[in-house]
């Protein structure tokens, strides 16, 4: 088992000597853990939009709230999880946080099967799902101590961008594994769909187990927990004084919460509103671009600045915006859907442009507790979004009401972040 005496990541020659060698490791490690806990965190955005087609009878809004939940619970996880590595240590959390996955995988695979769950059984299922939305917080500060300022846009946006492929992965692999019987007599009967289709909705979950378990033994065999970086809840929670730490919590949700918002949300909305449409052939392509893009924008970042990359990419998520609802008035799918993933791309560049702005605003260990930390408030966009879009059709028949509230909060975000990172005589350059 490996084990690290000392770690000085900006000190040059440590680093080409020994400190690189490590720091990859546990970062590939660490990407394997997290893209299954996006996996198992954005599996309703599939299962919610099929139940009904298996004989379950959910309302359109119950529907949205088993989409919306695991959004809440993983949200509100990482404002915990974000102070636990210093605590417990990186290679620790990791193996906990990813065995605790089996829990939702397991009973997601074993409820889907009855049409007879109770509601309030699938509610508890998908509020679970949080257990993987938690995960992102801890492997985002982990993964920070790991490296030089030099580096640390381009490896969080490795760590998040592949670790936020497990969303597209759910929504690509899904609709394939449930049409044969995967595990054989072990993963259960099949289940008829309204058209006669046998289908065995049981693999969107089941699929998961194995990767899981050799994964947490892959982290117990192969992450250290650093030296140097203990530090109590206490210590950590300097961060809040800081005006820096709101700041950045506001942008942050602007972007990832709207990515893995729209990830939540897309399936349902398309199929609401194009019903011709069959949305599990598309649902993956914008947050598979999304994720892919990220460590592009940690990259771009490193190049040319954060602030500079963020205040850009901000103007392309309006404008996106701006078209989806366009087209979506004019019925129009291929441009909703071209339009879309300009949304998703833009919100992937801005998720690693303003990460890598974080480690230059603050000092390593805040810069720690910052990035978990903002990454905790922006899930809540997971359930804010779904819901907003549930709201916005319940009260309206459409979608628009939501998408304006959208508009408005990236608007605001271009102005604070100008203000405050890139406009000539700026509080930070970053």
């Given at each position: 088992m490996p084990r690290i005496k000392k770690w000085e990541p900006e000190n040059e020659a440590f680093w080409e000597q020994?400190?690189?060698?490590?720091?990859?490791?546990?970062?590939?490690?660490?990407?394997?853990?997290?893209?299954?806990?996006?996996?198992?965190?954005?599996?309703?955005?599939?299962?919610?939009a099929n139940l009904n087609d298996i004989g379950f009878t959910y309302t359109e809004s119950e529907l949205f709230l088993l989409a919306a939940l695991p959004g809440l619970t993983g949200a509100t996880l990482r404002i915990f999880y974000t102070f636990l590595v210093p605590v417990f240590g990186g290679r620790n959390w990791t193996i906990i946080s990813t065995a605790s996955l089996l829990i939702p995988a397991i009973g997601i695979g074993v409820a889907v099967q009855n049409p007879e769950t109770p509601f309030?059984?699938?509610?508890?299922?998908a509020a679970l799902c949080g257990f993987g939305g938690g995960n992102f917080a801890s492997s985002m500060s982990n993964i920070s101590f790991f490296y030089p300022k030099k580096a640390k846009g381009t490896a969080l946006g490795l760590n998040a961008g592949i670790g936020n492929l497990g969303v597209s992965a759910v929504q690509l692999l899904s609709p394939l594994v449930i049409t044969i019987a995967l595990f054989g007599p072990l993963g259960?009967?099949?289940?008829?769909?309204?058209?006669?289709?046998?289908v065995y909705m049981q693999n969107a979950a089941f699929i998961w187990v194995l990767p899981i378990v050799l994964t947490v033994i892959a982290a117990f065999f192969g992450m250290d927990n650093l030296p140097g970086v203990k530090a109590s809840f206490k210590e950590q929670a300097v961060i809040f004084k800081n005006k820096h730490t709101w700041i950045m919590t506001w942008l942050y949700t602007m972007c990832f919460g709207s990515f893995i918002g729209y990830a939540a949300a897309f399936p349902l909305l398309t199929r609401t509103e194009f019903p011709e449409v069959n949305v599990f052939q598309?649902?993956?392509?914008?947050?598979?671009?999304?994720?892919?893009?990220?460590?592009?924008?940690?990259?771009?970042?490193?190049?040319?600045?954060g602030a500079f990359v963020t205040f850009w990419d901000i103007i392309l998520l309006i404008a996106g915006t701006l078209g989806v609802m366009y087209f979506y008035n004019a019925g129009n799918f291929a441009g909703f859907l071209t339009m879309f993933?300009?949304?998703?791309?833009?919100?992937?560049?801005?998720?690693?442009s303003t990460f890598r702005m974080i480690p230059f605003i603050f000092e390593q260990k805040e810069a720690a507790a910052v990035l978990g930390f903002t990454s905790a408030i922006a899930a809540y966009g997971a359930f804010l979004i779904p819901s907003l879009f549930g709201w916005s059709i319940s009260l309206t028949g459409m979608a628009n009401l939501a998408l304006i509230i959208f508009i408005v909060y990236y608007v605001i975000s271009l102005g604070i972040h100008w203000y405050y990172y890139s406009r000539k005589g700026a509080e930070v350059k970053c």
């Open positions: 020994e400190g690189k060698y490590h720091a990859r490791r546990n970062l590939w490690i660490s990407i394997s853990a997290l893209f299954l806990a996006f996996a198992v965190w954005q599996i309703w955005s599939v299962i919610a309030i059984t699938m509610a508890i299922l259960g009967g099949s289940q008829v769909m309204g058209d006669g289709s046998e598309i649902a993956f392509i914008g947050p598979l671009l999304g994720a892919l893009i990220r460590p592009v924008g940690g990259w771009l970042s490193d190049k040319l600045g993933i300009i949304v998703f791309i833009a919100t992937g560049i801005a998720n690693g």
